[in-house]
C-alpha cells in the first residue's frame, strides 16, 4: 500500500505487510504506545533481540533480517525502518562509509589485508514529532558491548571490534529520545539521506566483484560470525599492534 508520506511507505526491503512483520507488531502490541515508548520498544526490540553479525548480503528484504535473527548496521537498520513504518513512525536512512579498521577483530586478520579500505555503512533517522534525530547505537546488542567494555576499561577510544566510539564505558546507544551511537567515529564519506535503503542501494554498492561477492557470502560471513559469538562469549581475539589493556579480565561465562 501506498501512502501519501514518502517516510511511511513499504518497499520491497520494508516490507512490513509480510506476514511475520506485520504479526511481530500486532503481537507485542506496538501500536496502541504514545510515540515515543513506540520508538522505544522498536529500537529496543532490533538492539538486543536481532544480535550483532553478518548476513548474506546489505540489499535483503527486512522479513529476512527478522528470519536470520542477526544482522550489521545495514540490515539491521532496514529491519528497524521496516517495524518502525509499520507502527506508523516515520524514518529514513542516511548513507555513509566506515573506515575497515573498525571491523578489526571482527574480520579474520589473515583476510583483513583484502577488505576494502572503505566498507558501506548506514544509521536510521527516525522523526519524533519534533525532529529528525540520529539511530545508530542498535547495530551491537548489550550483551556483546558489555564483554567488549571489560576487555577495554581502561580506555574509552576505541576503534575496533564492530565499535567506533570515544566514550566506550558509557556510549549514547540507549533510547533516551536522543540520537544515538555506536560506529560514528569510524565515519569517512557522507552520502546524505534516503527515503528508503532501496534507493540507497540502486546508487551505492559494496562492490566486492563477483568471486569476493561469493566468498563472503560462503565462507568469510560465516567465519565472522562464528567471532563474533566467540566475542559474547567473552573470548576476545587480539587485534595486532592493540594490546587488551584489561589483562586480567575473566572471560564471560558461557551460556548452558
Not at 518497499?11 to 510515540?35: H, M, N, P, Q, Y
Not at 532490533?46 to 540490515?75: H, M
Not at 570515544?166 to 544515538?180: H, I
Not at 569476493?212 to 567471532?227: F, G, Q
Request: hydrophobic fraction near 35%; proline fraction near 5%.
Amino acid at each position: 500500500m501506498t501512502r501519501a508520506d514518502r517516510h511511511l511507505n513499504a518497499t520491497r526491503l520494508l516490507d512490513f505487510e509480510t506476514s511475520t512483520i506485520s504479526e511481530l507488531i500486532r503481537d507485542r502490541g506496538w501500536e496502541k504506545l504514545a510515540r515515543h515508548e513506540r520508538i522505544g520498544a522498536v529500537y529496543d526490540f532490533v538492539r538486543n533481540e536481532i544480535e550483532f553479525g553478518y548476513n548474506r548480503a546489505d540489499d535483503i528484504p527486512a522479513s529476512e533480517v527478522l528470519a536470520d535473527g542477526y544482522g550489521q548496521c545495514n540490515t539491521k537498520g532496514t529491519l528497524l525502518m521496516a517495524v518502525l513504518r509499520g507502527v506508523g513512525i516515520r524514518c529514513r536512512l542516511h548513507g555513509f562509509t566506515i573506515h575497515k579498521a573498525l571491523q578489526r577483530g571482527v574480520v579474520p586478520e589473515l583476510v583483513y589485508p583484502l577488505a576494502p579500505s572503505e566498507i558501506l555503512h548506514s544509521w536510521v533517522e527516525v522523526h519524533t514529532g519534533e525532529g529528525w534525530i540520529d539511530l545508530e547505537g542498535f547495530i551491537i546488542d548489550a550483551p556483546f558491548l558489555r564483554t567488549i567494555q571489560a576487555q577495554f576499561s581502561d580506555t574509552e577510544s576505541l576503534c575496533g571490534y564492530g565499535i567506533g566510539t570515544n566514550c566506550l564505558s558509557a556510549p549514547p546507544v540507549s533510547w533516551l529520545g536522543k540520537s544515538t551511537y555506536i560506529q560514528k567515529t569510524g565515519v569517512v564519506r557522507d552520502f546524505g539521506t534516503f527515503d528508503t535503503p532501496d534507493d540507497f542501494y540502486l546508487r551505492h554498492g559494496q562492490n566486492l566483484g563477483v568471486m569476493r561477492d561469493l566468498l563472503y557470502c560462503r565462507v568469510l560471513r560465516h567465519w565472522m560470525n562464528s567471532r563474533v559469538r566467540s566475542i559474547r562469549s567473552g573470548r576476545v581475539p587480539r587485534i595486532p599492534g592493540m594490546a587488551l589493556p584489561n589483562h586480567n579480565h575473566k572471560e564471560t561465562p558461557r551460556a548452558t
